[in-house]
């Protein structure tokens, strides 16, 4: 077993607050299931809301069972090998089923409780990018795989006191990599299985016709989409307190700024993709706003607890640019069909948020260790998703059929639409 | 040449343990590093090229 630092002691008070903020953090996967559905098609809304609400059942009893023994929990047993003299703990080795669960200390149930909060959300995000042609079936199935296998492991290294989180005491780089609310745990993790999915699952149908352009084929309800981003900056704020007091156990002089980042690193973002596509467009883009406030949070979950409000609006303001141009980047020129924008939005947003915990650092050797868990992600993590949804792909096939993808998700997968048709009433009162 | 890309990933990943493990001075650590990421830059840049490919001939 690696040693670790031991975590101070949480007083009731903090413990009051960091569960009551983590009840209130699901509103984010309320939020990101709404514009999931919002970016869809409306003959795939009820199959699109549906899978998100089955994604996370999915993800809670597959967690539950063997997910939270393997992502392990810091000072607890693990499994480690000794390389170059220095510990490396790859895995948990938790009790099944949440064993002992009920006895732990309380900081070790509210790290449970935000981690199941936390697969979930990873799990949703590739949904969005899946809309109108993945199965409800294999969405499931692969939520399943991600909390069974992918998130654990990834959760040991960043937040179990594996080997990632281990750098500063082992390798001196600062205090070993720093994800206090899951930019990469949920985000960029969300955003590469979103990136391993649309290339298994292929375009939508007339996305990418024989000739000239991409075809554009809007979100149905840029309402839901619109009030989910609301929706989920109360959860944003939520959780990137909460993952302030549990993760990097800030006081709570902290709190209140981390809150402000969180803020001023989506309205940064919004601010810049409003102004991005009014000067390419000649109007503001609703979607793409939506899509670069979104990553405004994301960018701003891995580093609200530790920087400055100033650095937290730069943050938010290149987050914002770069959104924009990505998701254009990734229809026209790389062929990559994501309707809900995830890649660009999750993968890169968190990327960023990452990056900008090592450039705004104080500890020397903090960049580095940033880098070094880039590369884990990239380096492991997308081949690792990538092989296993391929052979889930043999299993419980991604894509539709042709005609299910035609008539509409909702009716070939739920056999009824989401939404009544239109009546028309005689309104008796004009006679 | 999307599998080729992926597989060309991993090794970028192992430069950089590679450099945690074999360089204790800052300076080559980095560039190491540095290295790895680039590497990992270049598998992902392969895969995407191979999606594009397959992409257009599914197009004719």
């Given amino acids: 077993m690696i040693p670790v630092p031991i975590a101070p002691a949480m007083p009731d008070a903090i413990f009051a607050l960091t569960l009551a903020l983590l009840l209130l953090a699901p509103l984010t996967i309320a939020g990101i299931a709404l514009i999931n559905t919002g970016l869809g098609r409306s003959r795939s809304a009820a199959q699109s809301l549906l899978g998100n609400l089955a994604i996370v059942a999915a993800t809670a009893i597959v967690f539950a069972v063997v997910g939270a023994a393997w992502a392990g929990t810091a000072g607890f047993v693990d499994h480690s090998f000794q390389l170059a003299g220095k510990p490396w703990s790859w895995l948990g080795a938790g009790p099944l089923l949440l064993g002992g669960f009920s006895t732990a200390t309380p900081q070790t149930q509210l790290a449970l409780l935000f981690e199941f909060l936390a697969v979930a959300l990873a799990a949703l995000i590739p949904w969005g990018s899946g809309a109108d042609r993945w199965r409800l079936t294999a969405g499931c199935a692969s939520a399943a795989v991600l909390a069974a296998i992918v998130f654990p492991l990834l959760a040991h290294w960043v937040w179990g006191g594996g080997w990632l989180a281990q750098l500063g005491v082992n390798f001196g780089l600062g205090a070993g990599f720093q994800d206090a609310g899951g930019a990469a745990t949920v985000h960029m993790l969300g955003g590469l299985s979103a990136l391993a999915v649309v290339w298994i699952a292929g375009a939508r149908t007339g996305k990418f016709p024989k000739e000239g352009f991409s075809t554009a084929l809007p979100g149905h309800n840029a309402v839901y989409v619109l009030f989910g981003c609301l929706l989920a900056l109360v959860g944003w704020l939520a959780w990137n307190v909460a993952g302030a007091v549990i993760w990097l156990h800030a006081p709570p002089a902290v709190l209140p700024v981390t809150a402000i980042n969180t803020l001023l690193s989506a309205s940064g973002a919004l601010a810049a993709t409003f102004t991005v596509t009014r000067v390419r467009f000649g109007k503001p883009d609703a979607s793409m706003c939506a899509n670069g406030w979104l990553a405004g949070l994301v960018a701003s979950t891995a580093c609200a607890g530790l920087i400055t409000p100033g650095q937290a609006l730069f943050v938010g303001l290149v987050t914002g640019i770069a959104t924009p141009l990505l998701v254009e980047l990734m229809e026209l020129a790389l062929s990559i069909d994501d309707p809900s924008g995830a890649i660009s939005v999750h993968a890169v947003g968190g990327l960023l948020g990452l990056l900008a915990v090592g450039i705004f650092a104080s500890q020397p050797g903090q960049l580095l260790a940033q880098l070094v868990g880039i590369a884990t992600l990239l380096g492991v993590f997308l081949p690792l998703v990538y092989l296993l949804f391929r052979l889930l792909n043999r299993v419980a096939p991604f894509r539709v059929d042709p005609d299910g993808e035609r008539i509409g998700m909702d009716l070939h997968e739920l056999g009824g639409g989401a939404y009544p048709d239109f009546v028309i009433h005689r309104d008796e009162s004009y006679r | ?60």
């Fill in chain 2, 1 to 60: 040449m999307k599998l080729a890309g992926l597989l060309v990933m991993p090794a970028g990943f192992f430069l950089t343990i590679g450099a945690l493990v074999l360089f204790p001075a800052p300076a080559p650590r980095a560039a190491f590093v540095i290295c790895g990421l680039a590497v990992e830059g270049l598998g992902l840049a392969v895969a995407v090229r191979g999606h594009m490919e397959a992409r257009g001939e599914s197009r004719l």
